[in-house]
Structures are given as structure tokens and as C-alpha cells.
């Protein structure tokens, strides 16, 4: 019986000594990513995308009432998949309160030769069309954490969305617009720019000290002069922290824009919508 109840002591005292290092292993891993959201003040980074654009407008006459429509990858060659460069920014005051800065541009450009199309209004014979698409998309927002703990966050987003389009479809050649024949017709020329307000939320995970997951959902909204417009955008990204001053971005991104230009003569409707992956790295300071 002695002998028993040595035994019992032992596995008692066995099993406090294993609790024990459990919780100061658990209690030293928490305490490494008690630091999850106390990164570097300013981190600039770079990024690299490849993303498969899809965009339909609509040009409706505000003078004959007649319209035309254009599908830009589908009927006229714009490049469907593309890369794109971006550029994006980040400044933290606390733990609480940082200013996220980005910039995106798109470089489509393409070449049509002795092409015979009607677009409705506007017949085409023989004609050379040139296509570009140069559009840029810059963003300028205030985040602020509505939730956190050693892992995870949620953070609150408002700011500005600048949209910069800039469209040109050009036909030279044999081109007839309601029975008058012209040598060059601008079939669209959107180049507007418009800064309108965003709201989001960005949930972010920590998985371990140098890995971590960020969701984000935003929708821009408004109207700006002639411009308005929609915008949803999601974004899911894995970020992995390379070296103390530096780290890896890697993602998908989804984006869904309905933008109408509404100027003098004409109103302009652009279904704009692009998804992808992207790369980037960014340096902390």
C-alpha cells in the first residue's frame, strides 16, 4: 500500500511538472505574439500582379438617342490577362491608428487592322482600330482597429478612392455614322478622374510569429462632376515575414466596377472588372 501510494505521489507530481511547462511554453509563445501589430512605424512596399480584366461599355448619344456597345476584350483584342504594377504604403501611430496609401496602374494596348465591324451606330470598313486602356487607381485611408488580441484583428477602414480612367477607342479608315462618313471617329474617350469615398474591413490572423492571413472587403461609392460610380473590391492576402525589416505579400484580389460618365453630348457606361493574383515585398522603417 506504501508502495502504491508512492506511486500515486509521483504520477501526481509528474503530471504538475508537465502542466507547468505547458503553460510557460503557451505563455512564451502568446508573449512572441504579443507583438503581432507593434511592427515598424512606416513599411513601403512593391508589388507584381498577373489579372484577368473583363470590361464592357456602353455609349448612348444624348443628341439621336443612339447607342453602341463594346466589348473591349471580347470583340476588339484588348489583352484579357495582363499584368499590372502597384505601389502600396503604410504608417502606424499606435497599435490603434494607422494611413494605408496604394496605387495600382493598368498598361492595355491594342492594334486592329483593316477591321470591317458595325458597333450599331458607327460601321466601320476597312478601318484601323487602336485601343489603350492606361487606368489608375490610387487610395489614400485611415484604419482603425475595432478589435484585437495576441492573434487576431479587426480593423475598420474610410477614405478616399481616386479613379482614374483613361479609355480610348480610335477608328481611322472608311467610318459611316448615320449615313455621314468620316475618316476618324473616337468610338470611346472616357478619361475622367474621380475621387470618391471607400468603407471596409480588414480581418487579420496571425498563425505563427512569421505567418499571417488579411481578408479585406471594401465598397467605394458616389459621385464625383459627371462620374459616378460602384465599387467592390475583395482581397485575400498571406503575408510572411522574411527578415526583421522585411516581408513577403502574396494574394488574390477580385474587383466589380460600374462607373457612368454622364458629360455634355454623350453618357459613357463602363463594366470594369478585373481578378488576379499579385506578389509584392515591402521594407519596414
Not at 479609355?167 to 473616337?186: P, Q
Request: glycine share 8%; with cysteine.
Amino acid at each position: 500500500m506504501k508502495i502504491l501510494s508512492e506511486v500515486h505521489l509521483c504520477v501526481v507530481l509528474l503530471l504538475c511538472i508537465i502542466a507547468r511547462q505547458l503553460a510557460s511554453a503557451d505563455e512564451a509563445f502568446h508573449k512572441d505574439d504579443a507583438n503581432l501589430y507593434n511592427s515598424k512605424k512606416f513599411a513601403l512596399g512593391v508589388g507584381f500582379g498577373i489579372v484577368r480584366f473583363d470590361t464592357n461599355i456602353k455609349v448612348t448619344d444624348k443628341a439621336t438617342g443612339g447607342t453602341r456597345f463594346i466589348d473591349l476584350e471580347g470583340n476588339l483584342n484588348l489583352p484579357e490577362i495582363s499584368h499590372v504594377n502597384t505601389l502600396y504604403a503604410a504608417y502606424q501611430f499606435n497599435n490603434t491608428h494607422q494611413m494605408l496609401f496604394g496605387y495600382f496602374s493598368v498598361n492595355r494596348t491594342s492594334n486592329l487592322l483593316n477591321v470591317d465591324k458595325n458597333f450599331e451606330d458607327v460601321i466601320a470598313i476597312n478601318a484601323n482600330i487602336n485601343l489603350s486602356d492606361r487606368t489608375r487607381f490610387y487610395y489614400l485611408s485611415y484604419g482603425y482597429k475595432l478589435f484585437q488580441d495576441d492573434r487576431s484583428a479587426v480593423t475598420l477602414i474610410l477614405g478616399l478612392n481616386g479613379m482614374d480612367f483613361k479609355y480610348i477607342v480610335e477608328a481611322s479608315g472608311d467610318i459611316t455614322i448615320d449615313g455621314i462618313t468620316k475618316s476618324t471617329v473616337l468610338l470611346v474617350d472616357a478619361n475622367v478622374f474621380a475621387p470618391l469615398p471607400m468603407i471596409g474591413l480588414d480581418f487579420g490572423f496571425r498563425f505563427t510569429p512569421k505567418w499571417s492571413l488579411s481578408t479585406k472587403i471594401s465598397y467605394i461609392g458616389g459621385t464625383f462632376g459627371d462620374v459616378s460610380a460602384g465599387v467592390l473590391q475583395t482581397s485575400i492576402n498571406g503575408r510572411y515575414k522574411l527578415a526583421k525589416n522585411i516581408g513577403l505579400l502574396i494574394g488574390v484580389t477580385y474587383f466589380d466596377a460600374v462607373v457612368t460618365i454622364d458629360d455634355e453630348t454623350k453618357i459613357t457606361d463602363i463594366s470594369y472588372n478585373y481578378d488576379g493574383g499579385f506578389i509584392g515585398v515591402h521594407f519596414g522603417f
